[in-house]
């Protein structure tokens, strides 16, 4: 059973606003991922980390930012949301090792108005 | 570059049917592959692997081969349930990428109808 969490499920904020995606992982795992998924369903890596204080950009750009102070929590930032950010962010972790696999959080779906 | 082009959605099917989801990669090496499923309001779960060529994964009925020759993953089951509506992720990790980043398809819906 994996043990990853995100809260909020669920967000619907004011343009401007600055915001923080919570992502946890209690399996002491040192990798850590953030996706975008569109509304068509597709997934990018726009975050990743190795580690603690380890964090680089992924493959989409993005305007968030992402910390990595402790191995088990792994936050997202928008400083000033836009309606372009309306998405679902999931959050996934993972063991080292190249086949092993990713573990993902239920999501947080953020709606910018 | 890498990448993973799985069959348009959605794929709606009657109880019992049978069950294709093709997948194919473009990716240098052998990279190894994963298949993804999402049930609504949730977050991604691993169904299947495969790591090297001829490898057949499989898992709650499904079953998946890595066919190098076609550069292939096709998803299969034989009958399936209205529990197996969800969307299906084909993935790929390049091959020698230590951290484990892996590129997903754009993802199939498969409806099923009792």
């Known amino acids: 059973e994996a043990d990853i969490y995100q809260t909020p499920r669920y967000l619907v904020i004011g343009t401007g606003k600055k915001i923080t995606l919570e992502c946890s992982q209690t399996?002491?795992?040192?990798?850590m991922y953030w996706y975008q998924q569109d509304p068509g369903m597709e997934l990018h890596l726009i975050h990743y980390?190795?580690?603690?204080?380890?964090?680089e950009k992924g493959d989409l750009s993005s305007e968030s930012t992402v910390s990595r102070i402790r191995t088990e929590h792994f936050p997202l930032t928008l400083e000033s949301a836009r309606p372009s950010h309306t998405s679902q962010y999931l959050c996934a972790s993972s063991e080292p090792g190249r086949d092993n696999e990713q573990f993902f959080g239920p999501g947080t779906r953020l709606t910018v108005l | 570059g890498n990448s993973v082009t799985q069959m348009e959605g959605p794929v709606t099917l009657s109880e019992e049917a049978f069950l294709t989801i093709n997948c194919t990669y473009t990716?240098?090496?052998?990279?190894?592959l994963f298949w993804y499923v999402q049930y609504p309001g949730e977050g991604l779960q691993l169904l299947l692997k495969?790591?090297?060529?001829?490898d057949k994964g499989s898992n709650k009925g499904f079953e998946a081969t890595y066919r190098k020759e076609t550069t292939s993953f096709h998803l299969e089951k034989g009958s399936v349930q209205v529990s197996d509506s969800a969307v299906y992720f084909c993935a790929l990790r390049k091959a020698g990428n230590q951290g484990g980043k892996l590129i997903f398809g754009q993802g199939t819906e498969l409806s099923v109808k009792p």
């Open positions: 990716a240098t090496g052998y990279p190894s």
């Open positions: 399996m002491g795992h040192d990798k």
């Open positions: 980390s190795y580690g603690v204080n380890s964090t």
């Open positions: 495969a790591t090297k060529a001829d």
